[in-house]
T-cell receptor, first 113, second 114 residues
Framework: EDQVTQSPEALRLQEGESSSLNCSYT??????LFWYRQDPGKGPEFLFT???AGEEKEKERLKATLTKKESFLHITAPKPEDSATYLC??????????????FGKGTSLLVTP | DSGVTQTPKHLITATGQRVTLRCSPR?????VYWYQQSLDQGLQFLIQ???????AKGNILERFSAQQFPDLHSELNLSSLELGDSALYFC?????????????FGDGTRLSIL
C-alpha cells in the first residue's frame, strides 16, 4: 500500500535559519511527487512536481529534491511569510484509469522574526 | 488564486440533513477531484471525474455522491449527515485525468454538523 510520511510534524525556525523538511514514501511505480503549501483557511497551493530520483526544483527560498525513497524540501534563509503547512503527496493509480494524490499529514512550519 | 472556485465557503447544518457542495474547475481543466480534510486524517481522496465521467473512487462513503456536469462544474452531495462528517471539503482540478499533472485546489468548504 502506498504510504507518505512527513517529518517533523512541526518546526519552529528563527528568520534566516535554514532547514529541511522530509517526506518518505513507498509507492509502486512513482508517477510524480508533489509539494504543496497550505495556509490556514486556504486550499493547498501547488509548489513543485518531481518525477525521478536526482531531480531538483527551486522557487525563491525553496528547493525540492528527490531520491528513490524520500524527498526533501530545503528552506534557505526563511522569512515569517514562509510560515505555513507544507504537504507532500505521491500520485497513485486508483482503479483502472484514475489517479489520486496520496498526501502525508504535513509539516507545520513557523518562522519567527 | 488557483482558479478553482468552491461554494459555499461555510456550511452549518444538523445531523441527518443533506447538503450540496459546488466546484468550478480552472478554465480548460477536464478533471475534478474531491478531497476531505480532517484534523486527524489529513487530506483524503474521495472521488475523481473526468469530462463528465466518474474515473476513480477513494474512501468515499455510500452516503456521499458526486457528479460532473456538461459545463464541467462538479457537485458533491452529502446525505444523512453525521457529526463525524464535519470537515473541510476541497475540490481540485487538473488538465487531464491520467498523466502526472499537478492538481490545483480551491479554498474549500468548511462543513460543520451540529
Amino acid at each position: 500500500e502506498d504510504q507518505v510520511t512527513q517529518s517533523p510534524e512541526a518546526l519552529r525556525l528563527q528568520e534566516g535559519e535554514s532547514s529541511s523538511l522530509n517526506c518518505s514514501y513507498t509507492v509502486s511505480g512513482l508517477r510524480g511527487l508533489f509539494w504543496y503549501r497550505q495556509d490556514p483557511g486556504k486550499g493547498p497551493e501547488f509548489l513543485f512536481t518531481l518525477y525521478s530520483a536526482g531531480e531538483e526544483k527551486e522557487k525563491e527560498r525553496l528547493k525540492a529534491t528527490l531520491t528513490k525513497k524520500e524527498s526533501f524540501l530545503h528552506i534557505t534563509a526563511p522569512k515569517p511569510e514562509d510560515s505555513a503547512t507544507y504537504l507532500c503527496a505521491v500520485q497513485a493509480k486508483v482503479a483502472n484509469s484514475g489517479y489520486a494524490l496520496n498526501f502525508g499529514k504535513g509539516t507545520s512550519l513557523l518562522v519567527t522574526p | 488564486d488557483s482558479g478553482v472556485t468552491q461554494t459555499p465557503k461555510h456550511l452549518i447544518t444538523a445531523t441527518g440533513q443533506r447538503v450540496t457542495l459546488r466546484c468550478s474547475p480552472r478554465s480548460g481543466d477536464l478533471s475534478v477531484y474531491w478531497y476531505q480534510q480532517s484534523l486527524d486524517q489529513g487530506l483524503q481522496f474521495l472521488i475523481q471525474y473526468y469530462n463528465g465521467e466518474e474515473r476513480a473512487k477513494g474512501n468515499i462513503l455510500e452516503r456521499f455522491s458526486a457528479q460532473q456536469f456538461p459545463d464541467l462544474h462538479s457537485e458533491l452531495n452529502l446525505s444523512s449527515l453525521e457529526l463525524g462528517d464535519s470537515a473541510l471539503y476541497f475540490c481540485a482540478s487538473s488538465v487531464e485525468g491520467e498523466r502526472d499533472q499537478p492538481q490545483h485546489f480551491g479554498d474549500g468548504t468548511r462543513l460543520s454538523i451540529l
